[in-house]
């Protein structure tokens, strides 16, 4: 079963998200040609001697500094309700610190987001063995995902905006991947200080993609500790359960009586002792919620979370039928941030929008194929407030 969807569409589709969109309030207004055109310094090297540079962007009041390696957001810098600055998500000082250990802070992911069970799937009759790096599961893409690579990096400002746009080709067979994918993922800060991120992509040969952003965030601050008094909404009434490897079962299950049920906004921490077998399992949230609205053709508002205390805001809205959250879960206080704070279990939490984890073995999932002559497209567009 292969379902269509506006996400993967024909050659010379337009794109498209006015900057206007994704809703709620601006927390400031601004000019891209005022903050300037995005900055360029150095951020270290890789082991064979490759260059990594950060990237610093401003506009409408959104601080985003971005590095050339795995396309990872090191910062976003936004305000609170008194008008004072923080970074809003984890990151690290050295580029040492990302290649040594990172559970992927900020990562670009691909090819393929979340995980694909076994390390396996089978696409027009033909099985492909991926790269295993999550017990007997594919995660992320596998041991040299997306994320673990230097991205060439394009800046631009234009029409009140600024951002940069990175591109990657991936050859055929890379971690066990069909067909040559040709990927371009352009950051873009509007006007009105949203963050927006268009995922493009093409192949040669019939493959599975699905990419995302995993950015940890914390609207209290980089290294301030728990989130669990943060408030969040899911416009989502089922979710999927996982099995031991965290793997979907297949079900589509009900999230109303369960600890699951984000459609009101409650405190993260609420429900995450309460003992259900799927917290147990993953050890708090780290689940593929669906999304009332399904897959659609332009981006819809789908979550938000708040940080009572400080009053800053995150509305994210995506035309991605699933968002997977995970509650920071397996943050065990062995790593320092950039901040010089050591980040604990529950310091912070990830709202990646995607397809479903294990689509690819999942015919009753929405598709992931995506096959020559046709366009991958996908956007996602975060909008701050207080």
Partial sequence: MEPSRPAVTAPGTAPGLPSAAAGGPAH????????????????????????????????????????????????????????????????FARLDDYLAASPYFGALVGRYGNRIGAGRFTLDGRVHHLSVNDGAHTLHGGATGFDKHVWDVEPFTRDFEAGLVLRRTSPDGEMGFPGTLRAAVTYTLTRSGDWRVDYEATTDRATVVNLTSHVYWNLAGEGSGSVEDHELTLAAAR??????????????????????????????????????????????????????????ARPEHVATLRDPAGGRSLRIATDQPGLQFYSGNFLDATLTGGGGRVHRQGDALCLETQHFPDSPNRPSFPSTVLRPGHTYRTTTVHSFGT
């Fill in 28 to 91: 400031a207004r601004g000019d891209a040609r005022g903050g300037g055109r995005p900055a360029k310094e150095p951020f270290g090297r890789l082991p064979d001697g490759t260059p990594v540079h950060r990237w610093s962007l401003e506009n409408g009041g959104t601080r985003l500094g971005v590095l050339s390696y795995g396309g990872i957001v090191q910062s976003l810098e936004i305000p609170d309700r008194h008008g004072t600055y923080a970074n809003v998500c984890l990151g």
């Fill in 239 to 296: 979710f999927t359960p996982v099995d031991a490897g965290l793997i979907p079962t297949g079900e589509l299950a009900k999230v109303a009586g369960t600890p699951f049920d984000f459609r009101r906004a409650k405190p993260v921490g609420r429900d995450l002792r309460a003992g259900h077998p799927q917290v147990v399992t993953a050890r708090g949230f780290d689940h593929n919620w669906v999304l009332d609205k399904g897959v659609t």
